[in-house]
T-cell receptor, first 113, second 114 residues
């Protein structure tokens, strides 16, 4: 079965650079979520989109922005990267609000040096 | 506000032992959803189970079982006859009915030694 696809799997950036992470949800899933997991931490919710509109917002820095496109894939753009942005970034998708569960991608490991 | 507490930070067992992971949650909602996820060393988050607040039936799936008790706001997870492949971080998570996001507990690291 198709899963949530995230790219790239690994990314190394320097401070103050920009990074773009991509997420391709499971077919027919209309909601995508972004989570950030720091080392030894639990995943923290950043932002979600339902039918291409922002549906919820968590602790996402102003330097970060995201959107969901007409084909339902989503991109997380991170600018002016800081060392503290180094983390595993997960995308998840669901049908609607996730009453029947979420499927997570394998994550993108971002390292800022 | 909602909150998920996993009091056990780390658990270490020898293969074939049983291990129970505690999860206590707080929410004022009457309708909510509880989840367990497994995160092996490779890093991905693997869905294990979802339970809604109206379904208090316990569930067994192979060596995994879950005990949901609304009276104590707990949703505990037991691995029976643990195996080395069970070594992972296990997260309990809560979602409100009108919300999109999951709130995760801090996770419990399970190490199963051969």
């Amino acid at each position: 079965a198709a899963g949530v696809i995230q790219s790239p799997r690994h990314l190394i950036k320097e401070k103050r650079e920009t990074a773009t992470l991509k997420c391709y949800p499971i077919p027919r899933h209309d909601t995508v979520y972004w989570y950030q997991q720091g080392p030894g931490q639990d995943p923290q919710f950043l932002i979600s989109f339902y039918e291409k509109m922002q549906s919820d917002k968590g602790s996402i820095p102003d330097r970060f922005s995201a959107q969901q496109f007409s084909d339902y894939h989503s991109e997380l753009n991170m600018s002016s990267l800081e060392l503290g942005d180094s983390a595993l970034y997960f995308c998840a998708s669901s049908a609607g609000t996730g009453n029947y569960g979420y499927t997570f991608g394998s994550g993108t490991r971002l390292t800022v040096v | 506000a909602q909150k998920v507490t996993q009091a056990q930070t780390e658990i270490s067992v020898v293969e074939k032992e049983d291990v129970t992971l505690d999860c206590v949650y707080e929410t004022r909602d009457t309708t909510y959803y509880l989840f367990w996820y497994k995160q092996p060393p490779s890093g991905e988050l693997v869905f294990l189970i979802r339970r809604n607040s109206f379904d208090e039936q316990n569930e067994i799936s192979g060596r995994y079982s879950w005990n949901f008790q609304k009276s104590t706001s707990s949703f505990n997870f037991t691995i029976t006859a643990s195996q080395v492949v069970d070594s992972a971080v296990y997260f309990c998570a809560l979602r409100r009915s009108n919300d999109y996001k999951l709130s995760f507990g801090a996770g419990t690291t399970v190490t199963v030694r051969a």
